[in-house]
């Protein structure tokens, strides 16, 4: 009976480990970091770069030496859009210490080494010709004083776009961005980045 539940317990683990990936992660570009990232982990996710489909939740994990003292946080998730960094909707940028994983707690003392977990999605009713077959995702995190804590890019694909309507585009942009598919696409950008800018600075 126990070498049963012995086993039962590593096909458990097995199957977890399956369904999360740690994730190559960049730091950010002319970004100074006051803390340390040991790692980020998607789930779920089976390979690298992973692969992001809409309307599905993504947890993302970080695991953070600290080196400077934190109270609290602010965060913003960006991905990188034919040319624009726009803000991930739904993902809520005050909720930093409530996402702080046990036993830790804000405010983060140095020295400790800390988990930090958050979700992220796409929304189903994103249209697919708005989303690049890979994107570069920016992670950033800020304390009550306003110095980055972190700031991190992860590469991902992206499940369902529309690589035809891609060639297009880009095709319209030698042009000059005349064709009416580029015009319109152009439009459906600067809504949705407005939209969801406003969403963020709501919050």
């Given at each position: 009976?126990?070498?049963?539940?012995?086993?039962?317990?590593?096909?458990?683990?097995?199957?977890?480990?399956?369904?999360?990936?740690?994730?190559?992660?960049?730091?950010?570009?002319?970004v100074t970091e006051e803390e340390v990232v040991q790692s980020v982990d998607i789930s779920p996710?089976?390979?690298?770069?992973?692969?992001?489909?809409?309307?599905?939740?993504?947890?993302?994990?970080?695991?953070?030496?600290?080196?400077?003292?934190?109270?609290?946080?602010?965060?913003?998730?960006?991905?990188?859009?034919?040319?624009?960094?726009?803000?991930?909707?739904?993902?809520?940028?005050?909720?930093?210490?409530?996402?702080?994983?046990?036993?830790?707690?804000?405010?983060?003392?140095?020295?400790?080494?800390?988990?930090?977990?958050?979700?992220?999605?796409?929304?189903?009713?994103?249209?697919?010709?708005?989303?690049?077959?890979?994107?570069?995702?920016?992670?950033?995190?800020?304390?009550?004083?306003?110095?980055?804590?972190?700031?991190?890019?992860?590469?991902?694909?992206?499940?369902?776009?529309?690589?035809?309507?891609?060639?297009?585009?880009?095709?319209?942009?030698?042009?000059?961005?005349?064709?009416?598919?580029?015009?319109?696409?152009?439009?459906?950008?600067?809504?949705?980045?407005?939209?969801?800018?406003?969403?963020?600075?709501?919050?």
């Amino acid at each position: 009976m126990a070498g049963r539940s012995l086993l039962a317990l590593l096909l458990l683990s097995l199957a977890a480990c399956s369904q999360a990936h740690v994730a190559k992660s960049l730091p950010c570009k002319g970004v100074t970091e006051e803390e340390v990232v040991q790692s980020v982990d998607i789930s779920p996710c089976a390979v690298q770069p992973c692969t992001i489909a809409k309307g599905t939740v993504y947890n993302v994990t970080l695991t953070i030496a600290v080196k400077a003292p934190v109270t609290n946080a602010t965060c913003t998730v960006e991905g990188h859009i034919f040319g624009s960094w726009l803000p991930y909707p739904g993902f809520h940028q005050n909720g930093f210490c409530k996402q702080v994983l046990a036993p830790n707690s804000c405010p983060l003392k140095i020295g400790n080494t800390v988990g930090y977990r958050a979700q992220v999605s796409i929304p189903s009713g994103v249209p697919s010709v708005l989303l690049p077959d890979r994107t570069i995702v920016r992670w950033q995190c800020k304390d009550e004083n306003q110095k980055v804590m972190f700031c991190r890019e992860v590469m991902v694909k992206l499940k369902g776009s529309t690589v035809a309507a891609k060639s297009h585009l880009r095709a319209g942009k030698r042009q000059g961005c005349k064709t009416r598919l580029c015009k319109f696409v152009g439009n459906l950008k600067r809504v949705f980045r407005t939209k969801f800018l406003r969403n963020r600075h709501a919050l």
